[in-house]
């Protein structure tokens, strides 16, 4: 598949502005350790309704990082076109700068956040999704091994294992177990290399493990587009329950 931003982008702008009631998206903030921690989150019209809803919490990439939120420039454009869509409450917490998710504050920050939404929305326990780009890639392994049986379902794109040393993906395979998950990354990705997916799809693979893999031939590291652009991806997320 041709990795063709403008023709994802002007899939998604079209889409999310074919009418129906809009979402908006909100600021909260957390304290831990005395530290304040700002964080976004998607909210679907059916909020308004205290309709029970599923919860997607997305870790960002590595360039997102920073404090006070993230959702700005291009990376936020498609997101926020891309939301508009989803019949969820999407968590998008933002990682510190010069520190990864699995830092053991970001690790606790993330939780926190998640059980704060939890406890200000309706949300459907049997419905709670993990999904994240690059850095955030690494993240959702970090987080589904840490926490197994917490989410329904996970979604890597471009991302690879958070282990440093050793056996870098049968720990992780492991402890993730039978999660439903969908991998994504592009065949000439010169940030994270390929085979980090591939191992990490192999070792789930090996222990029975219920993964699909998308592999995109000529497409890099903004395999991210090609992942968004998946119409099967949202749907298969959202049927899936704990």
Same mark, same amino acid.
């Given at each position: 598949?041709?990795? &063709? ?16 009631? /809009? ?5 909260? &903030? ?19 309704? =205290? ?29 926020? /076109?891309?939301?508009? /869509? ?11 700068? &010069? ?8 690790? %606790? ?35 589904a091994s840490n926490y197994p049986n917490a989410f329904a379902a996970l979604v890597s794109i471009c991302g690879g294992s958070p282990l440093k ?24 990705? =010169?940030?994270? /290399? ?8 192999? %070792? ?5 493990? =219920? ?10 590291? =903004?395999?991210?587009?090609? %992942? ?7 749907p298969w997320l959202l049927s899936q329950k704990l």
């Open positions: 598949m041709r990795n &063709d931003f403008s023709k994802l982008f002007s899939g998604f702008l079209s889409s999310s502005l074919s009418g129906g009631k /809009q979402g908006e998206i909100v600021s909260r &903030d957390i304290f831990l350790d005395g530290e304040d921690f700002v964080y976004q989150a998607y909210l679907p019209a059916q909020v308004k309704q =205290n309709a029970r809803l599923p919860l997607i919490v997305f870790l960002h990439g590595i360039r997102e990082r920073g404090a006070g939120g993230y959702i700005s420039g291009m990376f936020g454009t498609v997101i926020k /076109q891309y939301l508009k /869509q989803m019949p969820a409450v999407v968590l998008l917490p933002q990682c510190r700068p &010069d520190v990864y998710w699995t830092n053991a504050k970001m690790d %606790a920050m993330v939780m926190r956040q998640i059980e704060t939404i939890e406890g200000e929305f309706s949300i459907d326990e049997k419905q709670k999704y993990l999904m994240g780009v690059s850095m955030g890639g690494y993240g959702v392994w970090h987080f040393s050793g056996d870098r993906f049968a720990p992780v395979a492991e402890r993730i177990g039978k999660a439903p998950s969908w991998v994504f990354h592009g065949a000439e990705d =010169n940030i994270v /290399q390929v085979s980090e997916s591939r191992n990490m799809v192999a %070792a789930i693979r090996e222990r029975g493990g =219920n993964v699909n893999y998308s592999e995109y031939e000529n497409v890099g590291h =903004n395999v991210w587009l090609n %992942a968004l652009g998946e119409p099967e991806l949202m």
